[in-house]
């Protein structure tokens, strides 16, 4: 059995778009899904990620199994009408098709809606033994990410990425965001691989540095403080994403230095303390950031900031406020993005009850496209806006009077991850506005 996974990229975090490798972590989805092949089928695999490569059209295989996100579902269905026309059986999963699943059901063979860890190697034998549903939705009963086999990372491209080393510790995520496509897509349970496990897969990876995309690495204070002791013998240096609360707990702020902590990724989202009651997002409290931003220098962990604009507070100013307030804190590596209202978000249903929704190619949503009606401003000035505050805050003087304020291991890595978004902000109108949702490449 030959086995191809693919997983889909829009223009601008395409190979030939305007990501670089400096920004191109090594993806978990399909190589943790490759592992799961039950070995009896004793299968060929092969995986193409089309941000560090293009997707064959001429591939050779059974199976085609492919991943979307709403900003990459219009590209994915175009492959798998494609590889269908073939004689390829399409398996389609991820994000978009468990929030639409009615939309996605055309395009595939076999949809996988929600997580897939006990559902595909199940449909990979029902498909041996001839009794292959059209569709497999996730068993609420049986979520366990314990005791799974190591993520096939020999998949991979080699040295396509800035690492390898991302590992999986946190599933899901307490807050509920209201335009998080997470919690609408795979559910509110929040889960937990034994910390045994995730110790015990580090200890297999080579190179120093490890990175944890998990939406929320503190959703548990409990098991984050366990997991980070046990980080500290194996001296490591790790990155991950939190929410502005990571500050809260004295005793963890002590564990995280001793650690390794080098990075967080923290979704500011505004600098409006009215935009977070909009975004549902109760944690953040914006008179706080001052002292969440020292504190974490303080121990020499940078900080990649994520602000979103489009809310419902935000008025005109809210670019060079937020770009000014990005400076003055000197958030090492801010990223900036458009609130988007997914499909199946409590979001959307509030903008379409609204009347607000103004496009429905799903290749716009990507969250640096204007897909709605904002409150305060017009769609091109919300799209001015973000296009500004990109330039802005990586202009080159920008850059060096955030990144001044200490010099230490890191600064050279942290350095060049601004110059690959300097050359992402040089890029952003190009790319959202010329060569967004072409997808002739693919043929009918």
């Not at 975090?13 to 190589?31: C, D, E, V």
């Not at 590992?167 to 897509?185: I, K, L, N, Q």
């Not at 001296?235 to 500050?247: E, N, P, Q, R």
């Amino acid at each position: 059995m030959k086995i191809a996974f693919l997983s889909p990229a829009g223009a601008m975090h395409r190979y030939n778009g305007s990501f670089g490798k400096a920004l191109h972590y090594a993806p978990l989805t399909m190589p943790t899904l490759a592992s799961l092949v039950p070995p009896e089928l004793n299968a060929e695999l092969k995986f193409y990620d089309e941000t560090v490569e293009a997707i064959p059209l001429d591939l050779v295989a059974d199976i085609v199994v492919i991943t979307a996100i709403t900003g990459t579902s219009s590209r994915a269905y175009r492959y798998a009408d494609y590889f269908r026309k073939k004689g390829i059986t399409v398996f389609l999963g991820g994000v978009h098709p468990s929030l639409v699943p009615d939309e996605a059901q055309p395009h595939a063979d076999v949809l996988m809606v929600g997580l897939g860890d006990h559902t595909f190697p199940q449909a990979l034998l029902d498909y041996k033994n001839g009794c292959l549903k059209s569709r497999y939705d996730q068993d609420c009963n049986n979520l366990s990410i314990a005791g799974r086999p190591l993520p096939r990372r020999d998949l991979l491209k080699k040295r396509s990425y800035i690492t390898y080393n991302t590992m999986e510790a946190v599933r899901g995520c307490p807050h509920v965001c209201s335009f998080c496509a997470y919690p609408a897509a795979f559910g509110k349970q929040i889960l937990y691989r034994p910390i045994e496990d995730v110790i015990n897969e580090i200890k297999t990876l080579k190179g120093k540095e490890i990175l944890f995309p998990d939406v929320n690495l503190i959703s548990d204070m409990d098991y984050a403080k366990k997991l980070f002791k046990e980080l500290i013998p194996l001296k490591k240096i790790w990155f991950g994403l939190t929410t502005s609360a990571v500050t809260l707990d004295k005793e963890f702020m002590e564990i995280l230095e001793k650690s390794g902590c080098k990075g967080l990724l923290i979704g500011f989202e505004s600098v409006n303390q009215n935009s977070q009651t909009f975004f549902n997002k109760k944690v953040n409290k914006t008179d706080t950031y001052d002292l969440l931003v020292r504190q974490l220098h303080d121990i020499g962990v940078s900080i990649n900031g994520c602000f979103a604009f489009g809310g419902d507070g935000d008025e005109k100013d809210v670019f060079k406020r937020t770009v000014d307030e990005v400076q003055r804190l000197k958030i090492d590596l801010p990223r900036y993005s458009i609130i988007t209202p997914f499909p199946g978000t409590p979001f959307h249903r509030e903008l379409e009850e609204q009347n607000r929704i103004i496009e429905r190619d799903n290749a716009m949503y990507d969250v640096e496209h204007v897909v709605f009606t904002p409150k305060n401003m017009t769609p091109e000035e919300l799209y001015e806006g973000i296009d500004y505050a990109w330039k802005e805050t990586y202009k080159l003087s920008s850059i060096t009077e955030r990144l001044g304020y200490k010099l230490n291991s890191l600064t050279g890595m942290r350095y060049a991850v601004n110059l690959a978004y300097q050359n992402y902000a040089n890029k952003f109108s190009k790319f959202t506005r010329e060569v967004m949702c072409d997808n002739s490449d693919i043929p009918l």
